[in-house]
């Protein structure tokens, strides 16, 4: 059994549309994030949500809102995709913030 | 801010050592960990050390923390080919999400 899960693995996309990612965990985590890598590999923490409520913004752009119906789902909805949101975007949690976080194989959107 | 270092690239001989080292700014640091990227898959969580701990050793994995210099080392001994790879230091204090270094491409040379 995948322990975080995310869909879809690829996403490719004209500039301006909106599009959702998914992310699903089973290990019974009460926190999840989201992360950016970037071409150069560098991860950003975007969101951090601990129990369905937002802890950390990272200063991300308002196009980017991310919704936790319940605490093993954290869903990533971008709006007016642009050029510069093209990264692979990783889900993670963890049982706390500030212990080991396990992360999904990540979602690789492409805007074109 | 926190801020965490890293060499960009390693390369090592097949059978060799390999030593990747990491640098962290914030005192406050409780936990470090060592994350594996291997091409096109997601990290994968290789090892971990409190920040009460000097040293931990796991199979071909050890650890080194000098708290006072604010330095981590992964050392991988007998490097094998399906050792290449991004290695990643991150580090984190309870309440905090993890900070990541820019990770650390080892090249294995056969």
């Known amino acids: 059994d995948t322990a975080v899960s995310q869909t879809p693995k690829y996403l490719v996309t004209q500039m301006g549309n909106d599009k959702s990612i998914k992310c699903e965990q089973n290990?019974?985590?009460?926190?999840m994030y989201w992360y950016k890598q970037d071409s150069k590999k560098f991860l950003k923490i975007m969101f951090s949500?601990?129990?369905?409520?937002?802890?950390i913004n990272e200063t991300v752009p308002n196009r980017f809102s991310p919704k936790s119906p319940d605490k093993a789902h954290l869903n990533l909805h971008i709006n007016s995709l642009e050029l510069g949101d093209s990264a692979v975007y990783f889900c993670?949690?963890?049982?706390?913030?500030?212990?080991?976080?396990?992360f999904g194989q990540g979602t690789r959107l492409t805007v074109v | 801010g926190e801020d965490v270092e890293q060499s960009l690239f390693l390369s090592v001989r097949e059978g060799d050592s390999s030593v990747i080292n990491c640098t962290y700014t914030?005192?406050?640091?409780?936990?470090l960990y060592w994350y594996k990227q291997e091409p096109g898959a997601g990290l994968q969580l290789l090892t971990y050390?409190?920040?009460?701990?000097d040293m931990k050793q796991d199979q071909r994995l050890t650890v080194l923390l000098n708290k006072k210099d604010k330095h981590l080392s992964l050392r991988i001994a007998d490097t094998q080919t399906g050792d290449s790879a991004i290695y990643f230091c991150?580090?984190?204090?309870?309440?905090?999400?993890?900070?990541f270094g820019k990770g650390t491409r080892l090249s294995v040379i056969a």
């Open positions: 290990l019974g985590h009460d926190t």
């Open positions: 991150a580090e984190t204090h309870l309440n905090t999400p993890l900070v």
């Open positions: 993670a949690s963890s049982g706390q913030q500030g212990t080991e976080a396990f």
């Open positions: 949500y601990n129990n369905k409520e937002l802890i």
């Open positions: 914030d005192s406050s640091s409780t936990y």
């Open positions: 050390i409190f920040s009460n701990m």
